[in-house]
């Protein structure tokens, strides 16, 4: 995609470098441009000997001020030709090139990037709508490319306002105290299925919870609520999650269950290592890449069971149902 024009202000500092004998990159990165982009204003308007900021600035308005008919407006008959070779999946480039040659039978001079702009305009530069879809490439519509020192846009988070995971207490780390969990969604194919696991960190015991329908913001929190009402309300002390949209009611979890929710920060897995961990364990009960809704609360049971009373290396081969069932005991 073109860079934004070059500004008079920007022309008056290229004007003051080249006086100061820099070199074109040190220029651009005075402004925050590619080299490049400063190679060709110089070179356009008579090298480093001759070029002027207002000059510059001059040539720039006339040019930016023309009224040019784009050129496959302006020849239909070489628009449709274009059409038909996009339409049988050849890339601009190659178009361009022959084009140049005449290998169809039509000779013009055309380059790539006027028929990319062609099939972005979406039917304003005299291509019809809807011709990016036979491009190659995998994203197929352009997006604007960041400037050079330009900050990156900050995203608004789904979650809205949330406690991250270096702001939970020091002993949620520590594995010795039950009731500071990790939760996650395990997804079925298409991502049109998922079962809610909660492990508990310091015993490693599980609770899974189903989706009746979909696996969005409510149904999430009605789903957690669900394995929370199962804990004792002592030993519900922080909740962990990753920070998908699916915790957007995260608040109301903590305010209904009286349970502090942290977030790891994102791309960051290893920050909860016993949820991630556990994961591996029960997908070798409901598989990965299929349908998860076919597991009932029952099956869902088993699988608990299961995985709970299996002897853990982590815990000196003892089992999770026994250390947690023990901390329950002591909680009275």
């Known amino acids: 995609m073109p860079a934004e024009p070059?500004?008079?202000?920007?022309?008056?500092?290229?004007?003051?470098g080249i006086c100061k004998g820099d070199k074109d990159a040190t220029i651009a990165r005075r402004l925050g441009r590619h080299r490049s982009t400063i190679g060709r204003e110089i070179t356009r308007n008579g090298?480093?000997?001759?070029?002027?900021?207002?000059?510059?600035?001059?040539?720039?308005?006339?040019?930016?001020?023309?009224?040019?008919?784009?050129?496959?407006?302006?020849?239909?008959?070489?628009?449709?030709?274009?059409?038909?070779?996009?339409?049988?999946?050849?890339?601009p480039m190659t178009i361009s090139i022959e084009l140049a040659r005449g290998v169809h039978g039509i000779t013009a001079a055309i380059s790539h990037e006027c028929i990319y702009q062609?099939?972005?305009?979406?039917?304003?530069?005299?291509?019809?709508?809807?011709?990016?879809?036979?491009?190659?490439?995998?994203?197929?519509?352009?997006?604007?490319?960041?400037?050079?020192?330009?900050?990156?846009?900050?995203?608004a988070s789904p979650l809205g306002e949330f406690n991250l995971i270096t702001t939970r207490p020091a002993i949620a780390a520590?594995?010795?105290?039950?009731?500071?969990?990790?939760?996650?969604?395990?997804?079925?194919?298409?991502?049109?299925?998922?079962?809610?696991?909660?492990?508990?960190?310091?015993?490693?015991?599980?609770?899974?919870?189903?989706?009746?329908?979909?696996?969005?913001?409510?149904?999430?929190?009605?789903?957690?609520?669900?394995?929370?009402?199962?804990?004792?309300?002592?030993?519900?002390?922080?909740?962990?999650?990753?920070?998908?949209?699916?915790?957007?009611?995260?608040?109301?979890?903590?305010?209904?269950?009286?349970i502090d929710v942290y977030f790891a920060e994102p791309h960051s897995p290893r920050q909860r290592p016993t949820n991630e961990n556990g994961n591996g364990l029960i997908r070798r009960y409901v598989g990965k890449g299929t349908n998860l809704a076919v597991h009932s609360p029952a099956d869902l049971r088993a699988i608990e069971h299961r995985i709970n009373t299996i002897p853990r290396r982590s815990l000196d081969w003892d089992t999770a149902h026994h250390r947690y069932h023990a901390a329950v005991a002591m909680t009275g």
Request: aromatic share 4%.
């Open 174 to 258: 520590a594995r010795t105290e039950v009731g500071h969990l990790e939760g996650d969604l395990i997804c079925g194919s298409f991502n049109r299925s998922a079962i809610v696991t909660v492990f508990d960190r310091a015993s490693r015991h599980l609770w899974l919870a189903d989706f009746p329908d979909s696996h969005d913001a409510d149904e999430t929190l009605a789903a957690v609520g669900e394995i929370l009402e199962r804990i004792p309300e002592p030993l519900r002390r922080t909740l962990t999650w990753d920070q998908g949209s699916e915790m957007a009611r995260h608040a109301d979890l903590a305010k209904g269950w009286d």
């Open 6 to 16: 070059l500004t008079a202000p920007e022309r008056e500092e290229i004007r003051v």
């Open 47 to 91: 090298g480093r000997h001759a070029y002027t900021a207002a000059s510059a600035q001059d040539r720039a308005d006339t040019q930016r001020a023309r009224v040019t008919t784009p050129k496959l407006v302006d020849d239909p008959a070489l628009a449709e030709h274009v059409t038909t070779r996009l339409e049988a999946k050849d890339s």
């Open 118 to 155: 062609a099939v972005y305009s979406h039917g304003e530069r005299g291509l019809r709508r809807g011709l990016h879809t036979g491009l190659h490439r995998r994203h197929r519509c352009r997006k604007r490319r960041r400037r050079p020192g330009e900050p990156l846009a900050a995203k």
